[in-house]
């Protein structure tokens, strides 16, 4: 066993299965001291070694998408919305794959030197098999630069069996990556697959390829779409590194956003980082779901459903920049929508307090986020926006989070602050374009993260 990388993870994982269980003769459990002296030599050189200090190596979360745990709410009786006039950045994708390579790009933001992914098996219900996982320095489109191909195994085994529900991390490989550089991940599955452990809104193209092109340099797609499948997280082993993590719903997502171009917020404030003073090592990561809501479920579980396994299952992160509660509002507004599940003021404060107490458990500190304008959706009202008042005052004045950015005030019209600026609108009147998402990372007081 390497101890120098199980990491904090693992050696919780060790306490569990070996420390915890031992039972003596009278029933009760207990931790014989013999065994925490063995305990606290094995955690002081796993753990200690690699979070001794910020200059020290250990693993961070460099990339990451949030992945809907279960299907999604469907509600009979209520009324669909309006059909956009603004085509969808989502493009189809199959329902299945098989005997087929799904080639997905990601941009990292910690750089390092050794590499690991994390593929999931969240919704489904049935095993999936991965025959080839390859991880490589994305070229040009679907292409990889030679020579950085490199073979992902786990547990020293080349092909993987993800069972219903479960996560699965690859063994570590040497593979140089900067910060903001871009990786292709590829997966070969033989056998048919559903492609319902999906995050749809990948805003970066996606390959499909006919066999197994896992380690193919160059090959012929023959399709394309923009989501993620199966693909959690990539982590890095990083010098002194730490990471943000962005959680949110389709704002956060980059929803409104040019493709192929990294220009959701979450991006956006990670390039501002790389060029502030002793920030440079410090990642940022998009767990936006579209649709997603602080206290109830629908587009992915609510968000304080998903914060263990969206948040505090992620390596090195230390801040959390909290932007939900649109959702919860604007929805209640639909016809035939749940009474059970309208909301108030006090309902999303009463949320927010919840997520930051499971926050401080674990050391982690959160940036709570305004709410942005949104007069101009079908979904308005004037009741709603009363909530929508009432929520950003109290972020911004209770003094309960670590800290705060004001979203509101970076992308709202001065001459009519329900609304979103005119230049910041993608026309949909909720979801800011690039320039609106420019803006709120612009609103960041970067010194804050140092």
């Known amino acids: 066993m390497e101890f120098t990388n199980i ?45 001794s200090s910020p200059s020290s190596e250990h693993w961070v979360t460099t990339w990451a998408t949030a992945q809907p745990l279960y299907p999604e709410v469907v509600r009979q009786g209520m ?15 199959p329902e299945t794959l098989a005997q087929e390579t799904v080639r997905m790009i990601v941009r990292v933001s910690t750089g390092g030197d050794r590499v690991r992914i994390e593929l999931a098996n969240t919704q489904g219900g049935l095993p999936v098999f991965i025959a080839a996982s ?14 950085s191909d490199r073979v992902l195994k786990f547990g020293g085994r080349e092909g993987v069996t993800i069972p219903p529900g479960a996560a699965v991390t690859s063994d570590a490989v040497d593979l140089g990556i900067r910060p903001g550089q871009k990786l292709a991940v590829s997966l070969f599955l033989p056998h048919k697959a559903a492609t319902a452990t999906v995050h749809a809104l990948g805003l970066h193209t996606t390959y499909l390829i006919p066999g197994d092109a896992s380690s193919t340099q160059n090959p012929k797609a023959e399709s394309v779409n923009r ?17 943000v993590a962005a959680l949110g719903d389709s704002i956060t997502d980059g929803f409104a956003t040019t493709p192929d171009k990294d220009r959701a917020w979450p991006t956006l404030l990670h390039s501002r980082l ?30 304080l459903a998903r914060f263990d ?21 604007s929805y209640s507004a639909v016809p035939g929508f749940p009474e059970s599940e309208k909301v108030s003021a006090q309902d999303l404060i009463s949320g927010y307090r919840m997520l930051i107490a499971k926050a401080h458990m674990r050391g982690l500190k959160v940036m709570g986020a305004t709410i942005l304008p949104y007069q101009g959706v079908w979904t308005y009202t004037e009741a709603g926006e009363v909530i929508r008042e009432r929520v950003n005052e109290w972020i911004r004045s209770s003094g309960e989070f ?49």
């Open 7 to 51: 990491g904090s993870r693992g050696a919780a994982h060790f306490w569990r299965r070996w420390a915890w269980p031992i039972q003596p003769s009278n029933g009760h459990r207990s931790r014989p001291s013999s065994f925490l002296a063995l305990f606290g030599l094995l955690t002081a050189s796993a753990v200690g070694t690699v979070y």
């Open 134 to 147: 390859h991880i490589a320095q994305s070229g040009e489109g679907i292409s990889i630069v030679a020579g």
């Open 227 to 243: 989501s993620y499948f199966w693909l959690h997280a990539v982590d890095v082993l990083a010098p002194g590194g730490a990471t």
């Open 79 to 93: 009324k669909p919305p309006p059909k956009s006039a603004s085509a969808s950045p989502i493009l189809p994708y």
């Open 274 to 303: 790389q060029g502030a003073p002793g920030a440079a090592g410090i990642g940022v990561v998009n767990l936006g779901i579209s649709g997603n809501r602080l206290l109830h479920d629908g587009a992915g579980a609510n968000a």
């Open 402 to 450: 670590d800290s705060t950015v004001d979203f509101d005030k970076a992308t709202r019209d001065p001459a009519e602050p329900k609304k979103l600026r005119s230049q910041f609108d993608s026309g949909d009147h909720v979801h800011p374009n690039d320039a609106g998402n420019e803006a709120m990372a612009n609103a960041f007081n970067l010194t804050i993260f140092q």
């Open 309 to 329: 396994r969206d948040v505090l299952a992620l390596e090195g992160v230390r801040w959390v920049v909290l932007l939900e509660g649109i959702n919860d509002i």
